[in-house]
């Protein structure tokens, strides 16, 4: 443990009057750690596999976010490009720097400039997987990472989210039991980020405003792979669209 880190928790300690941990109460934490219990998981977040990804859609769209249902990865490029199209947004997009992202048909979309990295000032669409979708509120779970930069998720007003229908669960117990297996190993992620909808406020007037602090639209890409039965989000946003990347912790 860090000399900061020390200072800062004996602090806390001492304005709670709290000595250090004796064996008995450390054996406990520890025990907790090691077998962490799931709180109560509502109805919703306990139906069959593809009644989640229904679900998933349905609460997206509560939220004004916009989802369109895919076959397959390699329709995602022609799905940005009807997107950008339809919204009549620039052809230009930010890649999320991962191979599988990296790996699809994008030349077949001459007219859209595809670029890499963390997003820039100009920017005005993010493209990006995700960790896990959680079905019960229709939240996107974002672990960052090397290949999954933060700003992706903040700062273009037009987020777009590539997700495997494998790596929707129904809860959010379910989302984070899937992080610690994934990470709890190694180095978890810097930040992870539940992205529930385009960014709003009601600060101003108590009227709702999108955008405010974040993407002013949110439209995920959600794709019905053929192994979509059981979630499976082992790398970070996605791992990959395959499922299967890898990831550390991001400065």
Same mark, same amino acid.
């Given at each position: 443990?860090?000399?900061? %880190?020390?200072?800062?928790? #004996?602090? !806390? *300690?001492?304005?709670?009057?709290? +000595? &250090? =941990?004796?064996? /008995?109460?450390?054996?406990?934490?520890?025990?907790?750690?090691?077998?962490?219990?799931?709180?109560?998981?509502?109805?919703?977040?306990?139906?069959?596999?593809?009644?989640?990804?229904?679900?998933?859609?349905?609460?997206?769209?509560?939220?004004?976010?916009?989802?369109?249902?895919?076959?397959?990865?390699?329709?995602?490029?022609?799905?940005?490009?009807?997107?950008?199209?339809?919204?009549?947004?620039?052809?230009?997009? %930010?890649?999320?720097?991962? #191979?599988? !992202? *990296?790996?699809?048909?994008?030349? +077949? &979309? =001459?007219?859209? /400039?595809?670029?890499?990295?963390?997003?820039?000032?100009?920017?005005?669409?993010?493209?990006?997987?995700?960790?896990?979708?959680?079905?019960?509120?229709?939240?996107?779970?974002?672990?960052?990472?090397?290949?999954?930069?933060?700003?992706?998720?903040?700062?273009?007003?037009?987020?777009?989210?590539?997700?495997?229908?494998?790596?929707?669960?129904?809860?959010?117990?379910?989302?984070?039991?899937?992080?610690?297996?994934?990470?709890?190993?190694?180095?978890?992620?810097?930040?992870?980020?539940?992205?529930?909808?385009?960014?709003?406020?009601?600060?101003?007037?108590?009227?709702?405003?999108?955008?405010?602090?974040?993407?002013?639209?949110?439209?995920?890409?959600?794709?019905?792979?053929?192994?979509?039965?059981?979630?499976?989000?082992?790398?970070?946003?996605?791992?990959?669209?395959?499922?299967?990347?890898?990831?550390?912790?991001?400065?």
């Amino acid at each position: 443990m860090s000399a900061s %880190r020390q200072h800062i928790l #004996g602090a !806390l *300690r001492r304005s709670l009057q709290r +000595d &250090q =941990p004796g064996a /008995e109460e450390r054996k406990q934490l520890e025990a907790r750690l090691a077998d962490p219990q799931a709180g109560l998981v509502p109805a919703r977040g306990q139906r069959p596999h593809a009644e989640q990804l229904d679900l998933m859609e349905e609460m997206l769209r509560e939220l004004a976010a916009t989802v369109v249902r895919l076959d397959d990865a390699d329709q995602v490029p022609q799905a940005v490009a009807d997107y950008l199209k339809g919204e009549n947004l620039p052809p230009q997009v %930010r890649l999320a720097p991962r #191979g599988d !992202l *990296r790996a699809l048909p994008w030349s +077949d &979309q =001459p007219l859209l /400039e595809v670029t890499e990295g963390p997003a820039r000032e100009p920017d005005t669409t993010a493209v990006t997987g995700a960790f896990a979708g959680i079905a019960e509120t229709g939240t996107l779970m974002m672990a960052s990472g090397p290949e999954a930069p933060v700003t992706l998720n903040f700062l273009p007003e037009n987020h777009i989210v590539v997700l495997r229908g494998s790596q929707v669960v129904g809860a959010y117990e379910e989302a984070w039991a899937q992080l610690r297996r994934r990470f709890g190993s190694g180095a978890m992620p810097r930040a992870v980020n539940m992205i529930t909808g385009p960014s709003r406020t009601g600060d101003i007037e108590q009227t709702i405003q999108l955008g405010a602090h974040g993407p002013r639209r949110l439209h995920v890409l959600l794709i019905d792979d053929a192994h979509s039965s059981g979630a499976s989000p082992d790398g970070v946003n996605g791992g990959s669209v395959n499922g299967d990347g890898s990831d550390g912790p991001q400065a």
